[in-house]
């Protein structure tokens, strides 16, 4: 065997070693996302749909597998949605979240996108738990349907 053919039969090994590296990295992240869904967010959800039962309202939740997605409603009307989504950046899987809350015509606003707060300040998976999104949820959900005063 040639020089050129060695060097062309050892490109081609790399290539599907690569690949298979791929592959398994993506089954990986995809798994850790599954579980990040529904060991943090959804159980997270379910808390708060409980609690606010109590307080005569409903939750609605709806998920995917890397989205979720609480609304909140009063007297079947829509009062805030608090989403959180799942991203890759640099092989780092990011989590973020999307607050809507109803604006003075009644629609629904995006008003709020970013990380979601946790000790670590961190949007990386690994660090948000379930606390972590109740507290942030009822930040947003408390500062979205507050009172405004007059003056």
């Known amino acids: 065997m040639d020089d050129w053919q060695r060097d062309l039969d050892a490109y081609f090994k790399k290539q599907k070693k690569t690949k298979k590296e791929i592959k398994s990295r993506k089954a990986e992240l ?15 959800f379910e808390s708060l749909r409980k609690e606010f039962k109590k307080h005569k309202r409903e939750i609605v939740i709806d998920s995917k597998k890397d ?9 079947s009307h829509k009062e805030f949605v608090y989403e959180v989504n799942i991203s890759s950046d640099a092989g780092d899987i990011i989590v973020c979240k999307r607050v809507y809350s109803i604006n003075k015509k009644g629609k629904l606003k995006l008003r709020v996108e ?5 000790p670590n300040n961190s949007p990386q998976l690994s660090f948000t738990k379930e606390e972590d999104i109740i507290k942030d949820f009822l930040e947003h959900f408390k500062d979205s349907t507050r009172l405004k005063k007059s003056v």
């Open 114 to 118: 970013g990380k979601i707060s946790n």
């Open 30 to 44: 995809k798994k850790s996302i599954r579980r990040f869904m529904q060991g943090e967010v959804l159980p997270a």
């Open 67 to 75: 989205w979720a997605a609480a609304l909140v409603k009063r007297n």
